[in-house]
């Protein structure tokens, strides 16, 4: 999984976080079923993407804390269109960069090309932006794809 | 005359002489076998050996003397057991003496000890001397492996064969053989000297003051750290050590006060496997130790475990944890305690309250569920544990309930709750009165019934579990909770579809309940389920709206849950059929009959049939096989009770489709009879099936027929009947097969006959498997013929079953395809291009429903095929040759990875199909190359990413995501840590 591992012995930022309810694997409908029927890419879709990424600290999803949501996940299929707000689980969690480049490349390893940049932001509008110029040029790497 | 016995006697001494020559100074291996098998058969003794070797043996050449004794340890070791007692001391102080000697000599020396520790006729007191020798001469570090292992040898023959003289030796022998195993490296040696160790603690012999000498030189290698070399030919693996080392470490209490702190640094360590090993060699040392090992170290226990349970990223820690904490508690419970000594349990049990209680408050942080879990593990230790953890959780879990009001908080209370009710029930009170839960009854009770009324669905659900686990509890639920109860689970039984996940799971807890609590169900349910399908009729008759509709369904289903106590069922049935004749009548007369006559109805029919002739005494079953041939045979009617019937029942005659279909009914019943039962008539009754299986009008009756026909010749035994009954059918096969209208029935009988032969490994099975592979080149039946074969290799469920007492070898597949896969091959490489598709179709059947060990050493030759399939642009065969590499690119990675090449362009190929179901099989197997070695799949990694990026934007979401997982997959190899 992308971006996993813990961070071994060390004293855990947050040892005691909120934890969310997970949402069941997608029922599958008779309408994906049939082969005929083409079913678009929507923000369930995505989102159970990136929601059994790891967190870095825990050994807990981001859904799990609740770091993605899926109503924070604005998608166009027609478009080619799509963008994910995040939320660390404490303010000014050192592990924001880590958790922001791991939902990128995650998504730009299993969308298909047409969708160009996965815009992923913090939740109060910040677009994501590495400071670290080692994980900044990570993110902008094509071998991600 | 004395003097040619002298020449006699002579001559052979003259041969030993040279043997022994030729081994010694001619450096020969072989001799040393020629005289121990003399000696064996009496050509020579013992002592005419030693005199042979004479000089030899005292040879001022270390080497040569080495050599002469290694010669006569040689003989030992295979004769040990022709010596006797006199030679045994002689040779017994030689050996010791020589244990002095220069140390080439020694590995003799020892090998020759090693047989003397193997002799019976070893006087008494000898094999302390031998022992006190080798501690005293030997040092046994500094030996070779092979040297150090054969004194290991000798001690472990000796503590079997001679364990009270070892034991007067008090704990010198304890002391000695410490000295003997300090430093042990080697694995080998290592497994046997644990066994010692655990001999001479297990077996009582003395340690004196060497307890904590014996723990150190064995307790220096835990946690035991081996990776076995590649192709190591004596296969120990790292888990053999640990398991022996850990069967030492916990035999004895005595090891507490060393072991214990070892422990708990091992669990702090940062090394996973550490704290595995730890955790489990305390589990284990839980069921030696008592209250006095464990009382220092509890409080370091429970914090280290505590930290484990709460912070760990590693399921099997937690686990593992969890297991100790339990093993710990059943520890302290079990002790017997002297009247003024403080009880452990209590203040251990109240430390483990307070440091998890006040997390059981937040039922939303991450805490919340490794504290139930703890808590659970300790309760579940014992009944005390249980009755103290749950007279303090219930109500601070109660309180709590009542507190949060929001129903995911609610929920995951609920859920701890019903954890610790479900851990009522592995402990039976006696006293029914002093149970914990009783208290708290009705509280309890308020609490699951405010769940079911709640709003949120999971609520309900848990609510539901909840229920069932307090009804489980004898006697703790009054006649009014059960009616309040009862009224949930109708109002449940009655949801819409969208709380489907709800219904069922209120309609399981009341058929578990039902069969607890008949009288409340019948009384309060029943009444009220008879009047809502009494309503529903009318309302079915005036044609209501689908909602009518699927409460009546429910209605129907509710009733059938609750049928789970006969005293029930005797109310539900009547008015199950009167329901289903009310229906009826309504509409038309006969529809009644019609509904009974339909396949799916039938085939119900008949599967309850099966299973209760399975179970018939053998009486009743001879009675009914009389009455029931001779009713479908003679339509004999007498035996029914209400025989009065419109028509004959003449199903084989010119009877109606109606009655033929009924068949089905026969065929469940005589194929379902023990093999002893004999059935009358039987050479009527089979020509009678024959001629039916091979009639047009209706395939559902000739289907079931032929069946009938293959069940019975299955169990008949071998003999010229069933020669008959066989001549007969292919007679009937052949003439079928011909032309005609019937060749399709001709081949349904045909493909039943040969499976009931292949699974009695009947020598005509061949034959008419043959025949079968033929048809697969038949441009009519050749489809047919290959799903036929995925027919001969599965389990049936209704006749041909194991359980229905048929002659089923538990190898027949196997067999089957032994005998037969090399002809498909050559079969499919002889047919047209057009036919070539059933045969890949047959082969793929046979290798899907294959044991895989059985296919992995066939793979080499079948694997071209296998690849050839891929490209047969036949669906079934794609996805059924698919379906068949994937578990063996997972199992056989290597033999798969020489053709890494092919595997990838067609997977690839195949990941654009037409079918949906080809497309994602075929992405299934792009992520099981996977497995493969990574080096041979790094020069394809980029091609296959550039290619897998194709099928993300599949305009099927399941195809997607096989994508997504197969892609990500591809990415991570050869990168660190995958």
Request: include cysteine; aromatic fraction near 6%.
């Amino acid at each position: 999984m992308v971006g996993g591992g813990g961070v071994g012995g060390g004293l855990l930022e947050n040892a005691n976080p909120l934890i969310y309810q997970r949402s069941g694997e997608r029922p599958v409908t008779a309408g994906e079923e049939d082969e005929q029927v083409p079913d678009s890419i929507d923000a369930r879709e995505i989102f159970d993407l990136i929601r059994s990424i790891n967190d870095p600290e825990h050994p807990l999803t981001l859904e799990e804390l609740n770091v993605v949501e899926q109503v924070r996940v604005q998608v166009s299929d027609p478009e080619s269109t799509v963008a994910v707000a995040f939320t660390p689980t404490i303010p000014h969690c050192s592990m924001a960069t880590l958790i922001g480049l791991s939902i990128k490349v995650k998504l730009l390893r299993s969308l298909p090309q047409r969708f160009k940049a996965p815009v992923i932001s913090l939740p109060d509008g910040r677009a994501h932006y590495p400071r670290d110029p080692r994980l900044r040029a990570c993110s902008e790497q094509a071998t991600c794809r | 005359m004395a003097a040619a016995a002298a020449v006699e006697a002579a001559a052979p001494t003259d041969a030993l002489w040279g043997l022994v020559h030729d081994f010694v100074m001619g450096q020969q291996e072989g001799p040393a076998d020629q005289v121990a098998a003399d000696v064996k058969s009496g050509n020579y003794t013992v002592l005419q050996v030693v005199e042979a070797l004479g000089s030899f043996l005292e040879n001022p050449e270390p080497r040569t003397r080495a050599r002469g004794i290694q010669l006569l340890s040689q003989v030992l070791l295979q004769c040990h057991s022709l010596l006797l007692e006199k030679e045994v001391v002689h040779l017994i102080l030689f050996y010791e003496n020589r244990l002095k000697d220069h140390h080439l000599v020694i590995p003799s020396v020892l090998q020759g000890l090693k047989a003397l520790s193997l002799c019976v006729a070893l006087p008494p007191g000898l094999a302390v001397s031998v022992l006190k020798a080798i501690f005293q001469e030997v040092h046994v570090q500094s030996l070779p492996q092979v040297d150090r292992h054969t004194v290991y040898n000798i001690i472990t023959n000796f503590m079997r064969t001679r364990e009270e003289e070892l034991k007067g030796l008090g704990a010198d022998f304890t002391f000695g053989f410490i000295q003997v195993m300090d430093g042990e490296k080697d694995p080998r040696n290592l497994l046997v000297a644990f066994r010692i160790v655990h001999d001479l603690i297990s077996r009582d012999y003395s340690l004196g003051p060497f307890v904590e000498e014996l723990f150190e030189v064995t307790s220096c290698y835990f946690p035991i750290d081996f990776t076995p070399p590649p192709n190591d030919p004596y296969g120990i693996q790292r888990e053999d050590l640990i398991l022996s080392l850990r069967s030492v470490l916990a035999s004895t209490p005595r090891f507490a006060e060393f072991l214990l702190p070892l422990l708990i640094e091992k669990v702090d360590s940062e090394i996973l496997s550490a704290k595995l090993d730890s955790l489990q060699t305390l589990n284990a040392c839980c069921a030696v130790y008592g209250q006095k090992e464990l009382k220092d170290f509890l409080p370091s226990l429970w914090a280290s475990i505590r930290r484990e349970v709460f912070q760990t990223a590693s399921e099997r820690v937690e686990a593992e944890g969890l297991a100790a904490l339990h093993s710990l508690t059943v520890c302290l419970s079990r002790s017997v305690l002297s009247a003024d000594a403080e009880d452990l349990l209590d203040s251990f049990l109240s430390n483990i309250l307070q440091d998890c209680r006040h997390h059981l408050c937040e039922p939303d942080m991450k805490l919340v569920w490794p504290s139930a879990k703890l808590l659970q593990a300790a309760a579940g230790a014992s009944a005390r544990a249980c009755d103290y953890i749950t007279s303090n959780i219930l109500p601070l879990l109660l309180e709590q309930f009542h507190k949060h009001s929001q129903s995911s908080q609610r929920r995951t209370i609920l859920e701890m709750l019903l954890g610790f009710l479900k851990l009522q029930q592995k402990w039976s009170y006696e006293d029914k009165d002093q149970r914990p839960v009783n208290g708290f009854k009705d509280q309890l009770c308020s609490l699951v019934f405010m769940a079911l009324t709640g709003p949120s669905t999971q609520l309900q659900l848990v609510g539901i579990h909840t229920l069932t686990v307090l009804g489980a509890q004898p006697d703790l639920l009054s006649s009014e909770d059960l009616e309040l109860a009862v009224g949930h689970l109708y109002r449940l039984s009655f949801l819409e579809e969208d709380f489907q996940s709800c219904r069922v799971a209120a309609l399981e807890a009341s058929g578990t309940l039902a069969a607890l609590y008949p009288v409340a169900f019948s009384s309060h349910l029943v009444p009220k389920l008879t009047e809502e399908l009494r309503v529903g009729e009318s309302d079915l008759t005036r044609g209501d709206g689908p909602t009518q509709c699927s409460r009546h369904l429910c209605c129907l289903q509710a009733l059938s849950a609750i049928s789970t106590h006969p005293s029930i069922v005797r109310e539900t049935l009547p008015l199950l059929l009167q329901h289903l004749c009310q229906v009826n009548k309504e509409k038309e007369p006969s529809v009644l009959r019609k509904v009974l006559l339909e396949d799916e109805v039938l085939a119900a029919m008949a599967s309850v049939i099966g299973t209760a002739t399975t179970h018939l005494s053998p009486e009743l079953a001879a009675q009914s096989v009389t009455h029931i041939v001779s009713l479908f045979l003679d339509g004999n009617v007498s035996f029914l009770p209400e025989n009065s019937f419109p028509s004959r029942f003449q199903p084989f005659q010119d009877g109606s489709s109606g009655q033929r279909r009924l068949v089905v009914l026969l065929m469940a019943f005589v194929c379902s009879l023990p093999r002893n039962v004999e059935i009358p008539q039987l050479n009527q009754l089979m020509r009678e099936l024959l001629e039916l299986s091979c009639c047009h009008s209706c395939p559902f009756s000739s289907t079931a027929a032929a069946k009938c026909f293959a069940g019975l010749l299955n169990k008949h035994p071998a003999g010229q009947q069933l020669d008959e009954f066989l001549q007969l059918a292919v007679d009937k096969v052949e003439a079928g097969l011909g032309s005609g209208p019937c060749r399709s029935q001709a081949f349904t009988l045909l493909l039943w006959v040969t499976k009931a032969l292949v699974l009695r490994y009947h020598p005509l099975s061949s034959c008419l498997t043959t025949r079968l592979m033929g048809l697969l080149s038949d441009p009519e039946l050749g489809p047919a013929a290959a799903d036929g074969f995925s027919l001969l290799m599965s389990d049936c469920t209704d006749v041909l079953t194991r359980a229905g007492h048929a002659e089923v070898r538990i190898m027949f597949r196997q067999r089957f395809f032994t005998d037969n896969v090399p002809a498909l091959v050559q079969g499919f490489h002889a047919a047209p291009q057009d036919v070539k598709p059933n045969y890949l179709k047959g082969l793929s059947h046979v290798l899907n429903r294959l044991p895989k060990p059985v296919l992995l050493p066939e793979l080499p030759t079948l694997l071209s095929l296998l690849l050839e399939a891929l490209s047969c642009p036949d669906c079934v065969v794609q996805l059924s040759t698919l379906s068949c590499l994937q578990p063996l690119l997972l199992e056989a990675p290597q033999v798969m990875s020489l053709h890494v090449d092919t595997l990838v362009t067609k997977f690839l190929n195949l990941s654009s199909s037409p079918s949906m179901a080809v497309r994602i099989a075929a992405l299934q197997c792009m992520h099981a190359l996977t497995r493969l070695p990574t080096p041979v799949l790094l020069p394809y990694k980029p091609q296959v990413i550039r290619a897998l990026a194709k099928p993300l934007d599949d305009k099927k979401r399941l195809v997607r995501k096989e994508a997504v997982s197969a892609r990500g997959e591809w990415f991570l190899l050869g990168s660190p840590g995958s």
